[in-house]
């Protein structure tokens, strides 16, 4: 699943109303419901709903589950948007696929991607060079094509995918520090229905779980190893078994003997994860390019090709969204061919800026969970003793009344429709009542039938169908 915050959802709608509404059939709303930090080691393994205060330093018996809670609702109301929520990504692939298609039926062709360019020179376009050899000619030349992209490869002077020795710089990129082991599985908790998305902190490392739809348990475990630490297959979705560094070793197994002495909570959710539905993806991001323009005579880049982002605060793929929307803007409101260039310059100077806070935003995150959090102190136990500990604890109070709202604020504040009034509340309404049919029967399954691992991706089963195709090509 990808999450789309409130932001992003306010882009979707004003670029499309079709296009967001099928988007709203699909989607699982996490904002709604309680989110935060919960203190890894002490949850008491219940899944009990607690508050977020400050009693438990004079009261032994007050409960310190939840470290702090986000304010994801409260900051979704302050601008009158829809909350922050999930949409698996084979499902958002077909709506996109299927909405373009409607306006061009031929617009996608796989198979045969963009590996360089040729700026023609003033009000003469661009030449794209593809895979196979051949080129083709365009006003505009958008790459969007991933964190490894060849057009930036191209228009920075980097080599496609080339790391350094240690694997610490890839294609101009820098290793976050960080791997992250990912997981799904049916599973019917006590908070099940009252919680959106939870991050467990401990020492070293986090767990972050979050509600995917259809009674669905996504987990994340981020651990602080070096890069080409690998135990798991590395495609979310796509990969098979022999890509497992040793194929017997039980992958739930290894992530639970990682968490010795965390709470029920984490353990409960991996002892119900199949160990095949397990993958692991080495984290990578790049600084913002302040001096470097995203553009190139009639060539820009966008979203994850440019400024990939860890992915704690879920606005990798908002930001593309937004990328694309400010794109299309000034695009539009281009008359002539001979101002594209310029054009492309302003949507740069455009975008730098909130870009670049988002992804300071995005690492800033990462880095404090693994490098300035841990167990947070209490009078009551000796679970949290280092200076980490005290740094945690009064860290508490700043995050909770000052840092969390101005961030989200922040993340939301743009949102070109402006305030959607009581709709936020209406598609609420509508998606709970059958959030909760959907999970019942999705947890009915599971009982007589048993956990299964999740199929593969849209592109993966695309794949697979164009393999066969050519297979029965000349056949009798």
Request: with cysteine.
């Amino acid at each position: 699943p990808i999450q789309f915050a409130s932001n992003a959802l306010s882009v979707l709608k004003e670029i499309d109303e079709e296009l967001f509404e099928r988007v709203m059939d699909k989607f699982t709303f996490t904002g709604t419901r309680a989110c935060g930090i919960k203190d890894g080691l002490r949850a008491d393994g219940s899944f009990r709903m607690t508050g977020d205060s400050l009693d438990y330093l004079w009261n032994p018996d007050a409960p310190a589950d939840w470290f702090v809670k986000f304010p994801l609702k409260q900051c979704a109301d302050l601008y009158g948007l829809p909350y922050t929520g999930v949409v698996d990504r084979p499902d958002l692939q077909e709506i996109l696929i299927d909405e373009c298609k409607k306006l061009k039926p031929d617009f996608i062709q796989n198979g045969n991607p963009v590996t360089g360019y040729e700026n023609l020179g003033e009000n003469e376009g661009v030449k794209v060079t593809l895979a196979d050899g051949s080129t083709a000619d365009a006003d505009v030349l958008v790459g969007s094509d991933g964190i490894w992209s060849a057009v930036r490869a191209q228009m920075y002077g980097e080599e496609i995918k080339k790391s350094s020795g240690n694997l610490k710089k890839r294609q101009g990129c820098t290793y976050s520090g960080y791997t992250v082991f990912a997981g799904e599985t049916v599973l019917k908790t006590p908070d099940y229905y009252e919680t959106g998305y939870k991050v467990y902190i401990g020492p070293q490392r986090y767990f972050v779980t979050s509600d995917v739809g259809d009674g669905r348990i996504q987990w994340y475990a981020f651990f602080a190893l070096p890069p080409g630490t690998k135990r798991a297959p590395s495609g979310w979705g796509g990969s098979t078994r022999d890509e497992q560094a040793d194929p017997e070793e039980n992958l739930v197994d290894y992530i639970k003997s990682l968490h010795e002495g965390w709470s029920d909570e984490v353990m409960t959710v991996l002892n119900a994860t199949p160990p095949d539905s397990v993958e692991q993806r080495d984290l990578y991001d790049r600084p913002p390019e302040l001096l470097r323009s995203w553009a190139d005579g009639n060539v820009v880049l966008m979203g994850d090709a440019v400024h990939p982002m860890m992915p704690n605060l879920g606005q990798g793929g908002c930001q593309a969204i937004e990328d694309a929307y400010v794109l299309t803007e000034m695009l539009a409101a281009t008359k002539t061919t001979d101002k594209l260039p310029k054009s492309l310059q302003e949507f740069y100077r455009k975008r730098i800026v909130r870009v670049s806070i988002v992804q300071f935003l995005s690492r800033l995150a990462s880095d404090l969970i693994i490098n300035a959090f841990d167990t947070p102190w209490s009078p009551h136990d000796n679970l949290g003793r280092s200076w980490k500990s005290y740094l945690t604890f009064f860290w508490k109070p700043l995050l909770q009344l000052a840092i969390f709202p101005a961030q989200f604020a922040y993340l939301y504040s743009y949102y070109p429709t402006g305030s959607m009034g009581d709709l936020p509340a209406a598609l609420e309404k509508k998606w709970k009542e059958q959030h909760e049919k959907d999970a019942e029967a999705a947890f009915e399954l599971v009982a007589k039938e048993g956990q299964k691992s999740a199929g593969p991706s849209f592109f993966k089963k695309a794949e697979v169908a164009m393999k066969e195709q050519f297979s029965t090509v000349g056949a009798p």
